[in-house]
């Protein structure tokens, strides 16, 4: 194989297939991802005592920061969240080492420069295809979503336009590369991935003037330094475009996204108050932070699943604590100031340096947008510039490091083998949950009993993945998800696996804590056997996702003794006025009468919308129920529809697997006069403080004065 071509492969890899957000989520993706991780973590060899060349005693920070993440991961909430990812920390922090192994020669830092730039080129064209051809609203595919694409751009971008340096055609393949770069970069308009090229480029401006003749010489090269300084404007002037339309806008308070990463900055920097030292673990941020996100009517989509911060510092001390995120940022200040110094000491390829940390300082600011390193085409990324930045240097080896082993030290065989032993290691941890994983994914649309064999092969492989039992529990207790109605007559006899069902529905949303559909779903199923514990998991899904509809809707059918019926009435109809169509209010007219009147005298809601809503119900008085009217319009509690809006995907990094629960039947005719009406929880003059997290909150007093969902 030729020297060099390893890191691009591997990034190529991770692009393409097994470190994207959607294909990432398989089984046979996922493992080959580890396999790949750990594999090169097993070359490290001697590398792996000072993996990012800090110098002692800074070649103490990258462990330190893996003992932080480790202590988070055992006192977390939810541990099983941050398994995969405490055992395959240690292979990222020694990947640059691996990286910059590869490119030691000459020859080997030619080739990495060619076949990055061939890898950006192929991604980033894939992508402004799909885009243009409408499959997509922006530059996103392969890698997942527009942010997804700009963050693995922008720190391979440098490298793949290190082939400038050539002549012929890899001149043009760099140009070519840089040129699709961009222009994918520019086409997800996003802020961050404007300032980042802007940043690249005044910096790589900067080291080029720095890199002219000596001042007693310029005098005679004014053609040159005239050059210089014109591209530099010009590219300054390129950097003040590609960020100033976004830039602007969100001065003038015209960024939406903006004001939705406002209310999950808030949320995370509560949860950090409340665990400063440890976190909350890694890869908790999904499955927590509806705990702590207190969503603003017309910001955030009512049930939205968050899967992440946006902000890679507030995600580093929400998962590893304040120490953690401080041993992490004096990591990277290090590696960047070393690497600085190798700089001014005139090292074998300035330029592959450079490519190297100007990737790492684009990378930096696309942090500030987005944090989900969950997809591992992002970190793989990362790895592969900062090895450019340690490779720059050359071969050779400093006194520092070769000190580390010999007498009186490590063992050399000991040095040599211990990276090997830990991937082994870590190969036999994945296993069983890599299994589990096989097995969901065979569940997945696979006939009712092929899929509870192999979910209940899942839960014994994995018991503590909460998707996994949730769905079993949803198979077991598919009878009362097509009942038609949660509220079931006591009277009636409870159907043989109804019971179970209920248990592990109960025990799958404990396992998630924070996740609320899960709640939703195991009051859903549980409502058949237990109306006191059903009652008790939508109160928690309500504090979970306060703007949804059907947690308290399903709470007022449960018929809950610690609510006000007509307060759980407005609060459902204000989330979805189409629940005013269904047969709980035909059977009970006075009831809807009562929440509607409630819902009408209630201040925070825009005084048009409520009147229209009352015109609306009042037209429906007299109309035949459901059961009665032909035909029959369905709400549901439904997972997956979308890929987009998939709690599997967006939460659990699982396939997405389409369920509806908990059918609420409607009468069409009536359906279609309330279904013009936007729920008030999309309207962006609506008072949050309506919907607290308590099932009724301040529609009328109520005898539960808190939530049941206490953080841990």
Known sequence: MVP????????????????????????????????????????????????????????????????????AWWLSPVPRAGRVAAALLPAYLLLPAVVACRWRSER??????????????????????????????????PVGQHLHLTAWVVPLLPLALLGWRERGGWRLLAAGAGLLGVAAVVAGRSLAGGLALALQGTLACAAWLGSGPALAERAKSARSVARKLTLAGAALVAAALLAGPGLADLLRGRDPSFDARRVYWRAGWDAVRESPLTGLGPG?????????????????????????????????????????????????ALFGLRRLRERRRKPADRGFLDAGLLGLAGAAVVGFATADWRVAALPVAVAVAAGAALAGRGSRQSEERAALVGPGRIPVWVARRAPAAYSVAAILVLAPLGLAHRAYDRAVGAPRSTALRELDRAVALDPAFPLYRARRAWLLGEDAAT????????????PGDLRSAAAEAVAAAESGRGVAPLWLAAGLVTAWTDRGLAAA????????????????????????????PAALGARALAAEPRLAAAGLFTDRPELLERSVRTLAETPGIDL???????????????????????????????????????????????????????????ASEAAARLGGLPPATVLAGTDPRLFPPTCTGPFAPQALRKTLWKAW
């Open 4 to 71: 060099g071509l390893l890191p691009a492969a591997l990034v190529l890899l991770f692009a393409l297939w097994c470190g994207t957000f959607a294909g990432g989520a398989g089984w046979a993706a996922a493992a080959a991802a580890q396999l790949a991780v750990l594999a090169l973590a097993a070359a490290a060899g001697r590398e792996w005592r000072d993996p990012w060349r800090l110098g002692s005693p800074g070649l103490l920070l990258p462990w330190a920061l893996l003992a932080a993440a480790v202590v």
């Open 108 to 141: 080997a830092r030619r080739w990495g420069s060619r076949s990055i730039a061939a890898a950006v080129a192929l991604v980033a064209g894939w992508a402004l295809v799909q885009w243009l051809g409408g499959a997509v609203a922006r530059p996103s595919l």
């Open 284 to 332: 908790a941020t999904a499955w927590t932070l509806a705990a702590f996100l207190r969503p603003e009517p017309g910001v955030n989509p009512p049930d939205e699943a968050v899967g992440e911060l946006h902000l890679l510092p507030l995600a580093a001390a929400y998962e590893l604590g304040l120490p953690g995120a401080v041993l992490a940022a004096a990591a990277i």
């Open 483 to 494: 009942v038609g109605s949660v509220a079931a007559n006591p009277a009636d006899p409870v």
């Open 537 to 564: 998991c939508f109160e928690r899904a309500c504090a979970l996702a306060p703007l949804g509809a059907l947690a308290p809707f399903a709470l007022l059918e449960a018929g809950s003794p610690l609510h006000d």
């Open 608 to 666: 048009g919308w409520r009147a229209d809503l009352v015109g609306r119900v009042q037209s429906l008085a007299g109309r035949r129920a459901p059961a009665a009217a032909g035909r029959i319009d369905e709400l549901a509690l439904v997972f997956d529809r979308t890929p987009a809006e998939s709690v599997a995907l967006h939460t659990f990094r699982r396939t997405p697997w389409p369920a509806r629960i908990g059918l609420i039947p409607l």
